[in-house]
C-alpha cells in the first residue's frame, strides 16, 4: 500500500523547502522507514513507534528497548569536543526527532505525518490558519521563540506536533533534526529561531490565496478555449 499526501492548495510549504544535509538526510531516511511499516500496518512499526511515544521527553538511551532506532552512525557523531560519555548533538536531535514522529503519526494511517520540505516555521503556519482565530498557535509559537535551553525547545515542540497530528499537518523531520543540533550550539539558538520565524511570516495569508483565486477566475479562458497540455 502506498500512501500520499494529498494537494493541498493551501500549503505553499514546499515552495520555501530548504535543502537537507547530510545527517538530515539520514534521519529522513530512518522516520521514512518506520513511516512506511507503520502505514502498512506492519507488528514491528507499530510496536517500535509505541516505544518511541513513551521516552518522549527522556533522556536519549533512557530507555534501552529504543536504541536500536535512535542509535546515531559513527559517521554523524561529533565527539571532538565531548567526553567519551557525553551525549552528541546528533545524539540528542535523533532522540528528540523520532519521539516526536511517534507521537505525531500516532493513529494516522492513511496519510504521512513526515513528509519531504515542509519546515516547522511553514507547518505551524498552515496551522495557525486551520485554527479558529490562529491566536493560541501564535502564542505557543512564540514561547518556543523566547524558549532559553534544548529542554524548554523540546516541550514546546511536543506541544505543536501534537496541535498538528490533529489538524493532520505533516513536518520534515530530517530537516527538523538539522534544526536541533544546530540548536545546541553556542551561536545556534539565533540562527534557528530566525530560520523558524521566517519560515512562518513568509506563508502567504488567506487573503493571498482569495486574490489570486478571484484573480484566476476573471481572465481564465472558457473551458472550450483552454490551451492544450504541454
Known amino acids: 500500500m502506498t500512501v500520499t499526501a494529498p494537494a493541498d492548495n493551501d500549503s505553499p510549504t514546499v515552495r520555501h523547502a530548504r535543502r537537507r544535509g547530510s545527517f538530515g538526510g539520514y534521519v529522513a531516511a530512518k522516520v521514512a ?3 512506511d511499516g507503520y502505514l502498512r500496518e506492519e507488528s514491528y512499526a507499530v510496536a517500535v513507534l509505541a516505544r518511541l511515544r513513551r521516552a518522549v521527553g527522556r533522556e536519549p538511551a533512557a530507555d ?5 532506532q535512535t542509535r546515531v552512525a559513527e559517521r554523524h557523531l561529533d565527539r571532538s569536543r565531548l567526553d567519551v560519555d557525553a551525549v552528541a548533538h546528533t545524539e540528542q536531535a535523533m532522540h528528540t526527532v523520532l519521539t516526536l514522529y511517534a507521537v505525531h503519526q500516532q493513529s494516522i494511517r492513511d496519510l504521512s505525518m513526515h513528509q519531504d520540505g515542509v519546515g516547522l516555521g511553514a507547518a505551524v503556519a498552515r496551522l495557525a490558519r486551520q485554527t479558529d482565530g490562529g491566536d493560541a498557535v501564535h502564542r505557543r509559537f512564540a514561547a518556543l521563540g523566547t524558549a532559553t535551553s534544548y529542554t524548554a525547545v523540546t516541550t514546546h ?11 493532520r499537518i505533516p513536518l520534515d523531520y530530517g530537516v527538523l533534526a538539522e534544526d536541533l543540533v544546530t540548536l545546541q550550539k553556542p551561536w545556534g539558538p539565533a540562527q534557528v529561531r530566525g530560520r523558524w520565524g521566517r519560515d512562518f511570516y513568509r506563508q502567504p495569508e488567506p487573503r493571498d490565496h482569495q486574490e489570486a483565486g478571484s484573480t484566476d477566475l476573471t481572465t481564465n479562458a472558457a473551458p ?3 490551451a492544450p497540455e504541454e
Open 33 to 35: 522507514a518506520l513511516q
Open 64 to 68: 534501552f528497548t529504543i536504541l536500536e
Open 157 to 167: 515542540l511536543r506541544g505543536l506536533v501534537r496541535l498538528l497530528r490533529d489538524r
Open 224 to 226: 472550450d478555449q483552454t
